[in-house]
């Protein structure tokens, strides 16, 4: 009975959720915004849950929308976080449908950056309750909910697990999409590795540095010059001097 319920729940949200789109900006230091778009069939919308979430330490609400479209709710939330810890307590995990997840943000031995996330639906250990319940919610869904994530990372992109097609290297944008027909009873992990470029800081301090040393050589010549003309100019003197 335990292990019914949230799965029961799992097919409740299901059947009216219809997508959930999500966009997520990723600084250096762990801090980002998230932009997300959750259509859901109701009739009544839940701003109550959109306010607690806000209120989340480390979390900062810069807009949030809803507006009815047909029979469904559409929620529209765009927010900061402070750290990947901060983003990952927005994660209730109340259900089996969990498209929120966990995020890791790593670096390896190489110097390398590992970004995961992973997101799951549905048990993970499968049984014969599991495909009771998958066969329910095959049969009743006529159209499945498709998750979409989208990752702005702040380095270069090296390889992740997602199409070709998906990854961007000039914006830095790597792309996700999930069937949740598919992901049934499983969980997905998304995967970027990144390397870090030189900053802008480290640039500028080298243009400075660069620039000094030109204009000291410079100075310098310019200095040689001068005394060089200089001592030419006093030998003219004295050997007209010595003329007289």
């Not at 949200?13 to 230091?29: I, K, M, Q, T």
């Not at 806000?54 to 507006?67: C, K, N």
């Not at 990372?153 to 914006?171: C, G, R, S």
Request: aromatic share 10%; hydrophobic share 45%; glycine share 4%.
């Amino acid at each position: 009975m335990k292990k019914l319920l949230p799965l029961l729940f799992a097919l409740l949200l299901l059947a009216g959720c219809v997508e959930y789109n999500e966009e997520l900006w990723l600084n250096p230091d762990g801090s980002g915004r998230a932009k997300l778009r959750l259509v859901h069939r109701s009739n009544y919308a839940n701003t109550q849950e959109i306010m607690r979430k806000a209120e989340l330490p480390g979390i900062h609400l810069i807009d949030s929308q809803v507006a009815k479209s047909g029979h469904n709710m559409v929620y529209s939330v765009t927010f900061k976080f402070d750290s990947i810890e901060a983003f990952n307590n927005v994660n209730d995990q109340l259900s089996a449908a969990d498209f929120w997840g966990n995020v890791t943000l790593n670096r390896m031995p190489d110097g390398n950056i590992v970004f995961k996330r992973r997101i799951s639906l549905g048990s993970q250990d499968t049984d014969a309750i599991d495909d009771i319940l998958e066969g329910i919610y095959s049969q009743q869904q006529t159209e499945h909910p498709v998750w979409t994530y989208k990752l702005h990372v702040p380095w270069k992109i090296l390889t992740a697990n997602t199409a070709a097609e998906y990854i961007d290297q000039k914006h830095k944008t790597v792309t996700w999409k999930y069937d949740t027909l598919q992901m049934w009873n499983k969980y997905e992990i998304m995967s970027v590795e990144m390397k870090k470029g030189i900053s802008w800081l480290v640039i500028a301090l080298v243009v400075v540095v660069a620039a000094l040393v030109v204009f000291f050589a410079i100075w310098l010549i310019r200095i040689s010059k001068r005394s060089h003309l200089k001592d030419a100019l006093q030998h003219q003197k004295e050997r007209a001097e010595q003329d007289k």
